[in-house]
């Protein structure tokens, strides 16, 4: 199986910076397509932005110009760059990966989600 380990959330003032990690490990063949998801409080989880395996990414409108998503293929490993943050991206942010998990067998797995609060 496939765990995800987030980390870099936190509190910052708008304006300001914040880098999100995230990492895969486990038992798995290869990880296919990484993506960043958040959710805010009562509103439906959205994704952020995604990144394929050769690097190709896509963002939602919200976030182009200001997030930036990269990708680690050796370390198996995801970021997300946020700056110029506003107080509507405060949220729990969650990584999810498309895994091979066993031989020609493809899921879904999610990370347990980071905090980020914009906030003056």
């Known amino acids: 199986q496939v765990q995800l380990g987030e980390s870099g959330g936190g509190f910052v003032q708008p304006g300001g910076s914040l880098r999100l990690s995230c990492a895969a490990s486990?038992?798995?063949?290869?990880?296919?397509?990484m993506d960043w998801y958040r959710q805010a409080p009562g509103m439906r989880r959205e994704l952020v932005a995604s990144?394929?395996?050769?690097?190709?990414?896509d963002y939602v409108d919200s976030v182009k110009g200001r997030f930036t998503i990269s990708r680690d293929n050796d370390k198996n490993t995801i970021y997300l760059q946020m700056n110029s943050l506003k107080p509507e991206d405060t949220a729990v942010y969650y990584c999810?990966?498309?895994?091979?998990?066993?031989?020609?067998?493809?899921?879904?797995?999610w990370g347990q989600g980071t905090l980020v609060t914009v906030s003056s």
């Open positions: 990144i394929s395996v050769r690097g190709n990414t």
């Open positions: 999810r990966a498309a895994a091979e998990y066993q031989p020609n067998r493809y899921r879904e797995f």
């Open positions: 486990g038992s798995f063949y290869s990880i296919e397509s």
